[in-house]
């Protein structure tokens, strides 16, 4: 799995860029909120514009909707989307989220 090394920086056979360490600790989540529990179905991809792009072994209906907690920049957010779309191939498929209210 692993590519190469440089530095503090591993390259790795997937999606997206490499993060160092210190930014891998700090990386963007999204979990969703089911009564008194938290639940890591998503990786985040973004926030823009009230819409959260993520990625999910799951996939939710369109319509749905889910509590979520968003923790990004040393902040964490609480919030209500609905599934809007699922958009992009099959085998990288990113689950856009409508931000309802927070």
Avoid: N
Wanted: charged share 30%; proline share 3%.
């Amino acid at each position: 799995m692993l590519e190469s090394r440089t530095g503090s920086v591993l390259a790795r056979d997937m999606s997206g860029r490499a993060a160092t360490a210190d930014e891998d600790a700090a990386a963007p989540r999204v979990s969703v909120l089911d009564e008194d529990a938290s639940h890591d179905v998503f990786e985040l991809v973004g926030v823009v514009d009230g819409v959260v792009r993520a990625r999910s072994p799951f996939q939710f209906e369109i319509g749905e909707e889910l509590r979520l907690r968003i923790e990004q920049d040393g902040k964490v957010t609480e919030a209500l989307a609905r599934v809007r779309a699922h958009v992009g191939p099959v085998d990288a498929r990113i689950t856009e989220l409508e931000l309802l209210e927070s």
